[in-house]
């Protein structure tokens, strides 16, 4: 049969996810998903949830997530959208600002669902290379960029964890010529972000998710925030009702309990820096992280042998093939007993 998708359709491969496998006693480092439940708080709203309430649409908006989040960043109401998942607002965000004349900038390696989106508009993808062995970032990315109309910093940088200089990313937002969105996805692992470039600059977005340090990507919420003009604009391009009702409660539940979360990311934080140590030790090439995992080369090289190893014992990891990525993988910080287990099976293959 003739193929009756446009031609960008037809021509892209579809985003690949981390596998969700169903075997028995895994240790899933694999998709960067929090090893903490999320606040009891959560619990208790779901208990106390009236199913007679689902008949109703849920507020389009989210209006009491916006004012919460808006506080949260010192910023209004309107200076905020809400995502089924920050995937939902990098769809909405690619639609809006790129096409076949309008490219995308874009540092390599980073999250690879942004090329996916990119191919889906048609739109020119602008590489602009890392360090290839200390995922540094370019002094001259802005003219790299060149005619771009987005350029995506995410911050603390996926897969490779390290954070882009705040000092580089403030000239970024002051002297790049188009639409600059921070992707802070990771942000609640990191010593510091960049919120305050939202208001301070008219052409920044930043944007954050649910999925990562608030133990929910099941839940699939995220939101983005900037100026009022972005905002409103974006808000043309948003599906009615993109966030259920029970999704803004459990969220808002979520989120009023900072201290949970805090204790949380906390925990996380120095998991990493144990683990960290635990593969230097090991001979492991372990780029310093502000996320909630660690890039990592194995002694040998072989990413890809070493995420087979791991994977024969259960254990997955995220590898990335490619002639930089593929020296790596990518593991999630998990529960001390997870990484225990991850570091017992590393020994038996290099120790
Ligand atoms: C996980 C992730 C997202 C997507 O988050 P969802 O809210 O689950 O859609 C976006 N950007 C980066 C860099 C991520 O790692």
Known sequence: MKSYFRKEIDAIAGYTPGEQPKVANLIK????????????????????????????????????????????VNMQRDNVIIGNGS????????????????????????????????AMQGAPVIKILLDQ????????????????NLLIITRPNAPTGN???????????ANFDGIVLIDEAYSDFASDN?????????????????????SMAGLRLGYAFGSKVLISG?????????????????????FQDAAYRKECSEKIIA?????????????????????????????DGDGAGCFAAL????????????????KYLRITIGTPEENARLLEVLKKRFA
């Open 194 to 214: 960049c919120a305050e470039f939202a208001a301070e600059f008219d052409n920044v977005l930043v944007m954050r998710t649910f999925s990562k340090g608030s």
């Open 87 to 118: 995937d939902d607002l990098l769809t909405m965000i690619f639609r809006a600002f790129t096409s076949p004349e309008l490219p995308v900038a874009v540092f390599e390696p980073t999250y690879s669902l942004y090329p996916v989106l990119a």
């Open 234 to 254: 974006l808000m043309k391009l948003k599906d009615s009702y993109n966030v259920d009702m029970l999704s803004q409660e459990l969220a808002k539940a979520n």
């Open 29 to 72: 480092l694999n998709t960067n998903e929090n090893p903490y439940p999320p606040s009891p708080e959560v619990l208790k709203v779901l208990r106390n949830f009236d199913p007679a309430r689902l008949r109703r649409y849920p507020d389009p908006t989210a209006d009491a997530l916006r004012d919460l989040f808006a506080v949260s």
């Open 133 to 148: 062995n200390t995922f540094a970032y370019p002094a001259d990315a802005v003219k790299q960029a060149g005619n771009a």
């Open 163 to 173: 954070c882009a200089d705040k000092e580089l990313v403030k000239e970024i937002c």
């Open 311 to 326: 994977r024969e014992e259960a254990v997955i990891v995220r590898y990335f093939p490619g002639e930089v990525t593929g």
């Open 271 to 299: 998991d990493r820096e144990k683990l960290a140590a635990d593969l230097t030790e090991l001979g492991f090439n372990v780029v310093p992280s502000q996320a909630n995992f660690l890039f990592a080369a194995p002694p």
